[in-house]
T-cell receptor, first 111, second 118 residues
Framework: GEDVEQSLFLSVREGDSSVINCTYT??????LYWYKQEPGAGLQLLTY?????DMKQDQRLTVLLNKKDKHLSLRIADTQTGDSAIYFC???????????FGSGTKLNVKP | DTAVSQTPKYLVTQMGNDKSIKCEQN?????MYWYKQDSKKFLKIMFS???????INETVPNRFSPKSPDKAHLNLHINSLELGDSAVYFC?????????????????FGSGTQLSVL
């Protein structure tokens, strides 16, 4: 079955770049997503990448996709304390409207 | 406001009780979901409905019964609650296949219902 894996924790200093990594197994995935969850809140869609793209940039966020290795990463430039949250990688296929999430990476940004 | 809204936000109840969580979306989406997030933050799909029809049921005990009266609503009823049911339950919605474009792709989530079974 589908499997999405992420490391559980990442700690960076304010102003540094953060890189959160994710691996997935379903090669039929159409979209790959990054979601952010702040304490006590639901998941907020940050960005996504279509499976035929290698890179997508959106302001401080850069998503890189290595389809051959089934590896997805999210880079946050100039990380701020407000970026502290849990970041979920997810893969989705529109064949059956299925989405599978990783376990989440807790990003801690130290002042 | 356009959103996925679910109620209640908090639900504290005794073991053995029956409870319901309601969800509504006004985004015009065709597909709705229930996800369960455990204490380790792992998010697992439970059910998915497309235009009121069940399309995903991921090995969830039959004490959990989703009901979709129309495509904008997906409610979750839980019978005979157990301690292990304690978790945060998220409702979500998405556009039907073939219609996802730009920033409208992906899942839109409600803010979650924290269920505590005592």
């Amino acid at each position: 079955g589908e499997d999405v894996e992420q490391s559980l924790f990442l700690s960076v200093r304010e102003g540094d770049s953060s890189v959160i990594n994710c691996t997935y197994t379903d090669s039929s995935s159409t979209y790959l997503y990054w979601y952010k969850q702040e304490p006590g809140a639901g998941l907020q869609l940050l960005t996504y990448i279509f499976s035929n793209m290698d890179m997508k940039q959106d302001q401080r966020l850069t998503v890189l996709l290595n389809k051959k290795d089934k590896h997805l990463s999210l880079r946050i430039a100039d990380t701020q304390t407000g970026d502290s949250a849990i970041y979920f990688c997810a893969e989705g296929s529109y064949n059956f409207n299925k989405f599978y999430f990783g376990s989440g990476t807790k990003l801690n940004v130290k002042p | 406001d356009t959103a996925v809204s679910q109620t209640p936000k908090y639900l504290v109840t005794q073991m053995g009780n029956d409870k319901s969580i309601k969800c509504e979306q006004n985004l015009g989406h065709d597909t709705m979901y229930w996800y369960k997030q455990d204490s380790k933050k792992f998010l697992k799909i439970m059910f998915s409905y497309n235009n009121k029809e069940l399309i995903i049921n991921e090995t969830v005990p039959n004490r959990f019964s989703p009901k979709s009266p129309d495509k904008a609503h997906l409610n979750l009823h839980i019978n005979s609650l157990e301690l292990g049911d304690s978790a945060v339950y998220f409702c979500a919605s998405s556009q039907a296949r073939g219609q996802a474009v730009d920033n409208l792709s992906g899942l839109f989530f409600g803010s979650g219902t924290q269920l505590s079974v005592l």
